[in-house]
Structures are given as structure tokens and as C-alpha cells.
């Protein structure tokens, strides 16, 4: 493994070989934590170097952390930062919805007529509407199950929750989406 250049910027001697020294020991349990939120390993690693230039002003800290607690501050930092640009990635995923063509090619068949096409729209528009009006954690929930394919043991694990809660969870954020769309659809 290579040690990233981002290290050499460090001047005392003891930190940079301090930070050497976590980089190498724990870098390939940061990356598995990103990928697992992620899914993107680029993106990942991205991250992971993020979290050490973040780390570089609390080098006293860590050195006073025994192993456990080290270990959890380190996950948990990338854990913090790769939810972050999860959520900045989705958010402009969300207003890039037609923008690379194949959204509209998905709703437009060959055989669609006119008429199809309009209430496909209208169907894809209550339902955006719909995931905006729900409460973040329902969001998240409909997003990874139906969006993401995440299995139920990776969405548990993601929202810090039991498995077997997760279908659950996933029947009253559905319901709630439901109870939305027929709201929005019978006012004006």
C-alpha cells in the first residue's frame, strides 16, 4: 500500500509516522465501511483519504484513544463523512432525474401511446412528490429497499436497527407513502 502524499504534509516527524502508521494499519477497514454505505469503491477511497486530512488536527486526540475507541472513531468519522455525500449525491440525483435521457426512455415505449406516456408522468411525479413529504427515515428506508436492492440485514445494519424490524419499518413507510399520494391527488 502506498503511503498518499496528502501525509508528507504533516512536519513533525512523530505525527507523520503516527498517521503513517494508522493509515496503513486501518485504511483497509475505513474503505470496507464506505464501500458498505456507498457502494462506489472510487468514492470509498475518496472518503477514507478525507477522513485522514480531517484527522490531521486531532492527531493528540487519537493518540490518546485506546484501540477500541480508536477503532469506533475512525469508522464512525467515515461513516459520518460517506452519509454526507450520500445524502449530497442523492440530492442531486434528485434534480437530475430526466437529465441523462434514460429515465425518459424507461417511461417512453414504443408502444405507449400518447395518453400512456402522460399518466406515467403523472404517476412518476405523485410518487417524487410523495418520498419529498416523508420523513427522512422512511425515505431512506423506501430508497435502499426498492432503489438500491439492498437486502434487509445491509438496511438494518445501515439505520442501526434490528433485521427483523426492517419489513416492518418497510410496510408502514410504504403505507405512509401511500396515505401521501392519495392526499396529494384528491386535493386540487
Given at each position: 500500500?502506498?503511503?498518499?502524499?496528502?501525509?508528507?504534509?504533516?512536519?513533525?516527524?512523530?505525527?507523520?509516522?503516527?498517521?503513517?502508521?494508522?493509515?496503513?494499519?486501518?485504511?483497509?477497514?475505513?474503505?470496507?465501511?464506505?464501500?458498505?454505505?456507498?457502494?462506489?469503491?472510487?468514492?470509498?477511497?475518496?472518503?477514507?483519504?478525507?477522513?485522514?486530512?480531517?484527522?490531521?488536527?486531532?492527531?493528540?486526540v487519537l493518540?490518546?484513544?485506546?484501540?477500541?475507541?480508536?477503532?469506533?472513531?475512525?469508522?464512525?468519522?467515515?461513516?459520518?463523512?460517506?452519509?454526507?455525500?450520500?445524502?449530497?449525491?442523492?440530492?442531486?440525483?434528485?434534480?437530475?432525474?430526466?437529465?441523462?435521457?434514460t429515465a425518459?426512455?424507461?417511461?417512453?415505449?414504443?408502444?405507449?401511446?400518447?395518453?400512456?406516456?402522460?399518466?406515467?408522468?403523472?404517476?412518476?411525479?405523485?410518487?417524487?412528490?410523495?418520498?419529498?413529504?416523508?420523513?427522512?427515515?422512511?425515505?431512506?428506508?423506501?430508497?435502499?429497499?426498492?432503489?438500491r436492492r439492498?437486502?434487509?440485514?445491509?438496511?438494518?445494519?445501515?439505520?442501526?436497527?434490528?433485521?427483523?424490524?426492517?419489513?416492518?419499518?418497510?410496510?408502514?413507510?410504504?403505507?405512509?407513502?401511500?396515505?401521501?399520494?392519495?392526499?396529494?391527488?384528491?386535493?386540487?
Open positions: 500500500m502506498l503511503i498518499p502524499v496528502f501525509l508528507f504534509e504533516i512536519k513533525d516527524e512523530d505525527d507523520r509516522a503516527f498517521m503513517a502508521n494508522l493509515y496503513q494499519s486501518y485504511y483497509p477497514m475505513m474503505l470496507h465501511a464506505a464501500i458498505r454505505i456507498l457502494h462506489d469503491e472510487n468514492s470509498a477511497d475518496d472518503i477514507v483519504n478525507d477522513a485522514f486530512v480531517n484527522l490531521f488536527c486531532k492527531i493528540s493518540r490518546g484513544l485506546d484501540v477500541c475507541t480508536l477503532r469506533a472513531y475512525l469508522v464512525s468519522t467515515v461513516r459520518n463523512l460517506s452519509i454526507t455525500a450520500l445524502r449530497k449525491r442523492n440530492k442531486q440525483n434528485q434534480y437530475a432525474f430526466w437529465d441523462d435521457g425518459l426512455d424507461r417511461v417512453i415505449s414504443e408502444d405507449a401511446s400518447p395518453m400512456d406516456v402522460v399518466l406515467r408522468n403523472a404517476e412518476i411525479e405523485s410518487l417524487i412528490a410523495g418520498l419529498r413529504k416523508l420523513p427522512e427515515r422512511d425515505r431512506w428506508l423506501l430508497e435502499m429497499k426498492y432503489f439492498m437486502r434487509d440485514a445491509e438496511i438494518a445494519q445501515q439505520l442501526e436497527i434490528r433485521e427483523n424490524s426492517v419489513r416492518m419499518y418497510l410496510t408502514k413507510a410504504r403505507r405512509k407513502l401511500g396515505e401521501l399520494i392519495a392526499e396529494d391527488e384528491q386535493d386540487p
